[in-house]
């Protein structure tokens, strides 16, 4: 059909696993469909810099022609960051994986003191039985809880009421080591300080932004050590710049870079 394409590759999949099964059954049709494509769409995006570059060698594409649209949602612009309590509220919010590795983030009450921190998992269901594995890890806490899941575009308004966005994920995954996930600007949406571990891309925006911590390791001692160093002042002025850049991380400015490829194809 002579038509333009627009190719958008949200995970780095040239890499995309480790198993030997992946890389005997799937990777050898994904090399093939990148190989025989790379000639075939007009502009490609993903979603962080750094798989952006990567793809740009993959491809042997020119130097900052893949384009970076973020997985950020819609600007929240009813809400405002809510004062610190007496207790501090901590967040993660997502899917139940196993390879995410996502009892570090349970095994972080080991270190926080009870009567000054409490951990709220909301979790969309998607291994069962390691999902009951967290609740049994987390059984020992009574600072621990699960709640049910809300529907997606209402996770920012529902977080609000916490104080931290937690989320510490292991970089044995090259998409898992440039993660920039939806969650993360769904805490800046929220208008929460942010809290995570040795994830390249976030520590970037958490640092441009001053949104809180980042820890140097991706434990739970590593973060929890980082978490305890913060006074109430501190956690209400990550949530004051998560308010201030509010909508510059949000899916505005990819609308922005969206309306931008669809006039350089309609050329």
């Known amino acids: ?147 049910p899941p809300v529907p997606f575009a209402q996770i920012p308004s529902f977080i609000n009421q916490f104080d931290i966005g937690l989320f510490i994920l292991n970089n044995d995954l090259i998409s898992y080591k440039y993660a920039l996930p939806n969650k993360f600007f769904e805490f800046v949406q929220a208008r929460l300080a942010i809290a995570i571990g040795d994830s390249f891309e976030m520590k970037q925006y958490v640092k441009k932004y001053d949104l809180g911590i980042a820890a140097d390791e991706n434990s739970a001692e590593a973060l929890a050590k980082e978490i305890i160093k913060l006074s109430k002042d501190d956690i209400m002025r990550y949530k004051q710049n998560a308010h201030k850049y509010a909508r510059e991380l949000s899916a505005e400015t990819n609308m922005v870079e969206l309306r931008k490829i669809a006039d350089e194809l309609l050329r």
């Open 1 to 147: 059909w002579n038509a333009k394409i627009y190719f958008d590759s949200h995970e780095y999949f040239p890499k995309y696993r480790t198993s030997l099964y992946w890389k005997i059954r799937e990777k050898p049709m994904i090399y093939y469909a990148f190989r025989s494509c790379r000639d075939k769409f007009d502009i490609m995006s993903t979603v962080c810099p750094s798989l952006a570059r990567m793809y740009e060698k993959f491809f042997h594409f020119e130097p900052n022609t893949v384009r970076v649209i973020t997985n950020a949602p819609d600007y929240e612009q009813d809400l405002e960051p809510n004062p610190v309590k007496e207790k501090i509220r901590i967040i993660h919010h997502g899917l139940v994986s196993y390879v995410r590795q996502m009892e570090k983030m349970v095994d972080i009450m080991d270190y926080l003191p009870e009567d000054k921190y409490e951990l709220y998992f909301m979790l969309v269901l998607g291994e069962k039985d390691y999902y009951n594995q967290l609740i049994q890890r987390a059984a020992k806490h009574n600072n621990i809880h699960f709640l």
